[in-house]
Nanobody
């Protein structure tokens, strides 16, 4: 069974919205959405913890994206809004199974599991 499975990507016009889902089949302490566009570095988009539902966002998406989770379904959602062409990227969810104290939420090297990605394309 694949540990993390993303869905919900697609092609939309600027200003529209998409809801991305990350379904987990393993325990997750923290789930983070990352994105990577061609020729660019992987970027932390938003992150949420299991117990406290503490959330944090990258500067480029603050006020437009919302991360949430349904612990009963072991699924994390990324609700996007007011999408811009620069939001176009492959979006990945990643999970940690422990707190990893001292590490940054956007440090991709500290995650235990990764999904296969879901593509988001935003046209102007």
């Amino acid at each position: 069974q694949v540990p993390l499975v993303e869905s919900g990507g697609g092609s939309v016009q600027a200003g529209e919205s998409l809801r991305l889902s990350c379904a987990a089949s393993v325990y997750t302490h923290r789930v983070t959405w990352f994105r990577q566009a061609p020729g660019k570095e992987r970027e932390g988009v938003a992150s949420i913890t299991t117990g406290s539902h503490f959330t944090v966002y990258g500067d480029s998406v603050k006020g437009r994206f919302t991360i949430s989770r349904d612990n009963a379904k072991n699924t994390v959602y990324l609700q996007t809004a007011s999408l811009k062409p620069e939001d176009s990227a492959m979006y990945y969810c990643a999970a940690r199974q422990s707190p990893r104290y001292g590490s940054q939420w956007h440090d991709s090297g500290t995650y235990d599991y990764w999904g296969q990605g879901t593509q988001v394309i935003v046209s102007s």
